[in-house]
């Protein structure tokens, strides 16, 4: 049996991972926010999903092809946008989007990842594009035009950071940018070799898509950089002004009302993504997967619904897809494969994901994913 035969679950990947990963990086990607109740309020809403199988149903293999936004995907789940994600394991993004275009899965690149849109670009074409819009008219204009010629297959804009939330384990752990050098962070770093090495060789993590505004490349001003320049206050007539300046599909990610969905079609978005940031902003919302039906209803057959926050399974998966989505995203999920077992692990987390929806699919008695609906209990 080898190391690898044992990282049967993505629990296993998380839990490998959290032991390569140096504390300060762990923390950042774990937490929530405030006493992490919408964290715990994500997962614990999931697992109240349940679903009844049919017998009789000859489901032995079935398909997992997801059409979305003028495409057939081989799986409804795809790689959502993480910032820094250079911090938990260097090359990750690249990993994770070459990975994505082998298994024909959505990437999506935050801006405020490690890697540049353009590097991204030539690694998957048909990767999209996260934005934070900056302050600035002039700048947003060039982010986006630099997306669109970059040829991000879709824009998806991030509406639910109102504000930075306070984030306490993260602030108790040290977490900054750049993280102060302090005797505790070096014995963190230390005692992660294979990480230490990585990064070494790699360089310190930065944000590669900001680098041409912050041209020393130095983490602190760069920290500054994002603080005072990403920091659009998005009313309707700022998303419209978004949409009109991008020519392609547009998404809208961070919607949690039936009322926003609706509105934000009306502007002209051609997916809402519901979505609650993983439990990372407001500790006393909702689940997502508690507001994805009444989305899913109030939008109909006007938009597309993709789906985030909880997935942790390909199990997960087949609750969402039964309850609206046409397509969900893993966070944090896809991040411990790559930390676990380095580049590798990004194939090894989808394969898991795709056989346990597979293996779902079969034990209910679907064919396809949407006949995922008519199990709900
Ligand atoms: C460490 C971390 C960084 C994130 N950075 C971004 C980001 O830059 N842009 C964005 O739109 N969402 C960001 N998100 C939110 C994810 O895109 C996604 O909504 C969330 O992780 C889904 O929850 P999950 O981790 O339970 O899958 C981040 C999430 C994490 C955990």
């Known amino acids: 049996m080898t190391d690898t035969d044992r990282l049967v679950s993505m629990e296993d990947l998380r839990r490998r991972a959290r032991r390569r990963m140096p504390r300060v990086a762990w923390e950042f990607l774990d937490s929530g926010t405030g006493a992490e109740t919408a964290l715990k309020r994500n997962r614990e809403r999931m697992d109240a999903v ?8 000859g489901a032995r293999h079935p398909s997992t092809a997801a059409p979305l936004l003028g495409r057939e995907w081989t799986a409804p789940f795809g790689v959502a946008p993480v910032g820094l994600q250079s911090l938990m394991w260097p090359g ?3 990993a994770l989007a070459a990975m994505a275009r082998d ?3 959505p990437y999506c690149l935050s801006t405020v990842a ?12 048909d990767f999209w594009f996260q934005l934070y819009p900056p302050t600035h008219a002039d700048a947003r204009r060039e982010l986006i035009k630099r997306a669109e010629d970059a ?3 879709a824009l998806v804009l991030t509406l639910d950071i109102p504000r930075s939330s306070r984030r306490e384990r993260q602030r108790r752990a040290g977490v900054g940018m750049p993280p102060k050098t302090t005797p505790r962070l070096i014995a963190d770093v230390l005692s992660r070799p294979a990480w230490a090495l990585a990064t070494w060789k790699r360089g310190v993590p930065t944000m590669r898509t900001l680098a041409p505004y912050v041209p020393s490349g130095d983490m602190t001003k760069m920290a500054e950089f994002t603080a005072k320049n990403l920091a659009f206050d998005l009313t309707p007539e700022g998303v419209a002004e978004i949409r009109d300046l991008w020519p392609g599909t547009f998404i809208v990610k961070g919607v949690m009302h039936p009322e926003d969905a609706e509105r934000l079609v009306e502007i002209g978005a051609d997916a809402i993504w519901v979505s609650n940031h993983g439990g990372r902003q407001l500790d006393i919302g909702a689940a997502s997967i508690d507001a994805l039906p009444g989305i899913a209803e109030a939008v109909g057959s006007r938009a597309e619904i993709i789906f985030d926050s909880g997935i942790n399974s390909g199990a997960d998966v087949a609750r969402a897809v039964a309850l609206g989505a046409k397509m969900c995203f893993l966070g944090r999920g896809f991040v411990w494969g790559v930390a676990a077992m380095g580049a590798p692990g990004a194939a090894h987390a989808e ?8 293996n779902v699919m079969a034990q209910l008695g679907c064919h396809r994913l949407d006949e995922l609906r008519e199990r709900l209990a």
């Open 50 to 57: 349940v679903m009844v199988p049919r017998m009789m149903r």
């Open 103 to 105: 298994r024909g899965i």
């Open 351 to 358: 394969a898991i994901l795709r056989d346990e929806l597979e």
């Open 114 to 125: 490690g890697e540049s849109l353009e590097d991204i670009a030539k690694v998957n074409p």
């Open 92 to 94: 990750i993004e690249k």
């Open 151 to 153: 040829g991000a297959k």
